[in-house]
């Protein structure tokens, strides 16, 4: 990936040319705040799914972490680096961190960059993922919004990548998350629905990150929003994750109990495919081109 271009501070460089120093404190403390989002080749050439939804969460991470960002030329960024490196289905990694500052816990006189980098797309989960996801419950926690909120920070994911550490260890792809009380939250980078009989439930929890692919799928199902504990978890008929890498993937297996991928998740599944991918009537405007395939600089 290396002779990739990224976009930085407005201008496209090859990723050697970045001028990042080993004493940002971006790299010392996390703090940066990041999107993963995702384009998809169309009838009409790349386009990148919810760019603005993206953008406008990416801005609320900032505003929490006092980091100046502009989300529009971001955008702009996401859409030219896109067209510069010739890719048509992409993952888009924008990232605004504090690049230059003392190594104190105060960020006011930080100086704030923002990159956006598009490289190959390969679904996190494994090429397998649509054929089931196997999962166990974490026995740490997530973090809880009232300690970090729950945006895409880049320090906040450690507590996700413990988590798959452990899942991992224990011979699993992926590890949900619970409360205390035993209320599912989310997993280490996907929000979890399920199907009882036919109607599909988008879990609800304060800690869980309001991710952009599970509020596609909630406006697209007319699913309902509510906590679900662990147990009602394990005696649905169907689980699916959801998230911008993951798209929507089958949970096959939970601690002890599993399932074969459901109609319902693998209608939901195709039908994804068919969006993103510009061939739904009526949701074309959650697509925006690329640079150079009808969208202006």
Request: proline letters at 6%; glycine letters at 10%.
């Amino acid at each position: 990936m290396s002779d990739l271009p990224i976009w930085y501070n407005g201008r496209l460089l090859g990723v050697a040319e970045a001028p990042v120093t080993p004493l940002a404190p971006a790299l010392h403390y996390g703090l940066g705040v990041f999107e993963g989002i995702r384009a998809y080749g169309t009838a009409t050439g790349p386009a990148i799914f919810r760019l603005d939804a993206h953008m406008a969460r990416m801005a609320k991470g900032a505003e929490a972490l006092g980091l100046a960002f502009d989300p529009e030329a971001c955008a702009r960024g996401c859409r030219e680096v896109l067209a510069a490196g010739g890719l048509s289905d992409a993952y888009i990694r924008p990232l605004a961190f504090f690049a230059q500052g003392s190594l104190g816990l105060d960020v006011d006189q930080h100086t704030a960059h923002t990159l956006v980098a598009a490289i190959p797309w390969q679904n996190h989960l494994g090429e397998g993922a649509l054929a089931g996801v196997r999962a166990h419950c974490s026995p740490m926690r997530r973090n809880a919004a009232l300690a970090i909120p729950p945006l895409k920070l880049c320090g906040a994911y450690v507590n996700a990548i413990l988590a798959k550490r452990e899942a991992a260890r224990a011979g699993f792809a992926e590890a949900i998350f619970q409360d205390d009380r035993g209320f599912v939250v989310e997993a280490t980078g996907e929000n979890v629905f399920m199907v009882r009989g036919k109607r599909v439930v988008a879990v609800a929890h304060p800690d869980a990150l309001p991710g952009i692919t599970r509020a596609t799928l909630v406006e697209l199902t007319g699913a309902e929003e509510r906590p679900v504990t662990l147990a009602e978890l394990l005696e649905a008929d169907e689980v699916f994750l959801t998230g911008t890498s993951a798209e929507v993937a089958p949970v096959s297996a939970l601690d002890g109990r599993t399932w074969e991928p459901g109609p319902i998740t693998r209608e939901l599944a195709a039908y994804y495919q068919e969006l993103v991918h510009g061939r739904v009537a009526g949701r074309t405007a959650w697509l925006t081109p690329a640079q150079g395939a009808g969208c202006p600089a």
